[in-house]
């Protein structure tokens, strides 16, 4: 059974530009989550998604933005990228939105901003 | 506000010793907390999951415990190998619909 897939793995924008992530989550999974790791730190709470649904959202900027398809696959959009969004982004894979279920990591994307 | 915090930053070991990686929390309603591993540049592995009814759980050479009351949780490695160097990071599932983290334990293990 394939894991949490993100793509693309690698990218470079420029100040200004606009990006799209994407995730496909575990088979069955029907919640998807986003952070936003920088280096040396833990990574922090983007969105959550459910069933298409906005859960919960954290302290980012509304440049930030993302969606959840019928098919439960999710993109995270950022506009107008700053140097300061250069980072991993993660994708988290769980059967359901309550907390206390385990989640799934991508691999993650590396988004850099020159 | 959950804060996380894990002592120590960094850790280096020679191969065969055990070892202890310490999280502690400072708010106690918790609905689990959860280890994981990173290789640089990777993303997140999970280790295990402790319930917050739980008080420890065991996966091959790892075992980690969970005491709310105290706001603590350890990760206890058994005869450590090179191939356990990594990032290891500790959360909490705090809010209902977040993971808080803490930066994490560099760990080097040395042939």
């Known amino acids: 059974d394939a894991g949490v897939t993100q793509s693309p793995t690698h990218l470079i924008k420029t100040r200004g530009q606009h990006v799209t992530l994407r995730c496909s989550p575990i088979?069955?999974?029907?919640?998807v989550s986003w952070y936003q790791q920088v280096l040396g730190q833990g990574p922090q709470f983007i969105f959550q998604y459910y069933e298409k649904e906005e859960r919960g959202r954290g302290n980012f900027p509304d440049r930030f933005s993302a969606r959840q398809f019928p098919n439960y696959s999710s993109e995270l959009n950022v506009n107008a990228l700053l140097l300061g969004d250069s980072a991993l982004y993660l994708c988290?894979?769980?059967?359901?939105?309550?907390?206390?279920?385990?989640?799934?990591f991508g691999q993650g994307t590396r988004l850099t901003v020159v | 506000k959950q804060e996380v915090t894990q002592i120590p930053a960094a850790l280096s070991v020679p191969e065969g010793e055990n070892l202890v990686l310490n999280c502690s929390f400072t708010d106690s309603a918790i609905y689990n907390l959860q280890w994981f591993r990173q290789d640089p540049g990777k993303g997140l592995t999970s280790l295990l999951l402790i319930q917050s009814s739980q008080r420890e759980q065991t996966s091959g050479r790892l075992n980690a415990s969970l005491d709310k009351s105290s706001g603590r949780s350890t990760l206890y490695i058994a005869a450590s190998q090179p191939g356990d160097s990594a990032t290891y990071l500790c959360?909490?599932?705090?809010?209902?619909?977040?993971?808080?983290f803490g930066k994490g334990t560099s760990l080097l293990v040395t042939p």
């Open positions: 088979s069955g999974h029907k919640s």
């Open positions: 988290a894979s769980s059967f359901s939105a309550g907390a206390g279920t385990e989640a799934f």
């Open positions: 959360a909490v599932w705090y809010s209902g619909y977040a993971l808080n």
